[in-house]
């Protein structure tokens, strides 16, 4: 299955649901074949977010679990420009000052969604 | 090919809702895949022609809808309850959607591999 999130963390209660909802597939045995963040989901790639100490840090979290399980995370390309979240070619090529996408996502476009919908049985959206 | 159908729910302007679904839209478009695209809720506003959002720091969204038949996107529906609790009639609408009650979109969802809604 494919997930798409929609929503942005600490805004939007789809990100955590997002989250939790992949570790119980995971740990049920199901294969993700990607994630896609997509409009204000592409903050949860955002690699400078810095959360309080008695909250849920939704970044690290994500980043964690996609590293421990190797999973295909993308972020959409107009989205996350939008939004400031660069990885270091993007950074360069509109001259920035920062990279602060986390480096376990990738930047792509829509194709990439609709490759997932093609390829998986289920997606599943979360944070509308 | 998968049959994917989209619930466009979303006012045209003051969200980024619309705009969203439509590069859906258009990006499964482009894979020639099954498309359903549905009007409802306010997203019926989005089919309203003469629309003028220049006043706003915003795209005319619907702008784009005339393009979607050169997509390919011809299976256009809306939810004729959401047109007439807003006091829209056909004539107003951009372009041509068939006119369905809640129980055929239903059936269009029960039909569907992957639903989207925005």
Known sequence: MSLVIHGAPGTAQGAQSALNFCQAALQSGHQIYRLFF????????????????????????????????????????????KRGVLNQEESSRYDKMAVSLDPVFDISGLGQWVDACLHSDRVVSFGV | MKTLTFLARSAPHGTGKAKALQDMVLSAAVFEQKIQLVFLDDGVYQLLAGQDPSALP????????????????????????????????????????????????RLLIADSDMVFSL
């Open chain 1, 38 to 81: 997509y409009e204000d989901g592409v903050h949860n790639a955002h690699a400078l977010a810095v959360w309080p100490q008695d909250e849920r840090d939704l970044n690290a979290d994500w980043a964690a679990l996609i590293q421990e399980h190797e999973l295909d995370a993308v972020v959409c390309v107009a989205s996350a420009l």
């Open chain 2, 58 to 105: 915003a795209k005319n969204v619907s702008a784009a809808l005339p393009a979607l038949e050169l997509y390919g996107v011809d299976r256009v529906f809306l939810d004729a309850d959401s047109l007439q609790t807003r006091g829209l009639g056909d004539s107003e609408l951009l372009i041509p959607a068939q006119s369905c009650t809640a129980e055929e979109i």
